[in-house]
């Protein structure tokens, strides 16, 4: 079946360290992006790709930075967690023709101490 | 002026009514129109998406679309609670960006 993946769900982890977020979808996209979102609040595109070795910064500048090597996948790296890097980030991907809707996938919760 | 306006409630309904969920967009040259449903702390999930002038319907849910006003709304058919959620508007304007409203909290009273 056709989906977009996201681990971990949920990560808890020490200031000063380095995570990666993982986000891989088997529906055969060009397009993948990463929002952040904060409870209740909007989302923020942090990161895009419209394809292999394509990558851009979003509107909200983040500290965080993405590859992409693979089609399928499109992973987020911070390279020094802060507790302002707390909050909830999903990934999401779509097709480059048609009407561009995105598909999101169940979202990483991150949580810096 | 941000590219997508919501009014961002909480708009409340009793059950059986009609919800009219609306947005505004700054970009005459967008196409596409999306409503997204985002239950608290889970992904935003497409509802149903519109590009042409007037209703499309999809079971209890009808986007509209009027491109003269830079209007889309989304109508709820016979709310239930399950429907209570935030109801994201989403735009691809322009060169193909993507951009999405702040949400309505929608609440559907028993």
């Known amino acids: 079946e056709a989906d977009i993946y996201q681990t971990p769900r949920y990560l808890v982890i020490g200031t000063g360290k380095k995570i990666t977020l993982e986000c891989s979808q088997t529906?055969?996209?060009?397009?993948m992006y990463w929002y952040q979102q904060d409870p209740g609040m909007e989302l923020h595109l942090i990161h895009y790709?419209?394809?292999?070795?394509?990558?851009e910064k979003g509107d909200l500048s983040s500290e965080s930075t993405v590859s992409r090597i693979r089609t399928e996948h499109f992973p987020l790296t911070l390279e020094s967690a802060r507790p302002s890097h707390t909050s909830q980030y999903l990934c999401?991907?779509?097709?480059?023709?048609?009407?561009?809707?995105?598909?999101f996938g169940p979202g990483t919760r991150l949580t810096v101490t | 002026q941000k590219e997508v306006e919501q009014n961002s409630g909480p708009l409340s309904v009793p059950e059986g009514a009609i919800a009219s969920l609306n947005c505004t967009y700054s970009?005459?040259?967008?196409?596409?129109f999306f409503w997204y449903r985002q239950y608290s702390g889970k992904s935003p999930e497409l509802i149903m998406f519109?590009?042409?002038?007037g209703d499309k319907e999809d079971g209890r849910f009808t986007a509209q679309l009027n491109k003269a006003s830079q209007y889309v709304s989304l109508l709820i058919r016979d709310s239930q609670p399950s429907d209570s959620a935030t109801y994201l508007c989403?735009?691809?304007?322009?060169?193909?960006?993507?951009?999405f409203g702040t949400g309505t909290s929608l609440t559907v009273i028993p």
């Open positions: 529906m055969g996209h060009d397009k």
């Open positions: 999401a991907s779509s097709e480059r023709q048609g009407a561009y809707e995105q598909y």
């Open positions: 989403a735009v691809c304007g322009t060169g193909n960006q993507f951009y």
């Open positions: 970009d005459r040259g967008s196409q596409s």
């Open positions: 519109i590009y042409s002038n």
């Open positions: 790709s419209y394809g292999v070795n394509s990558t």
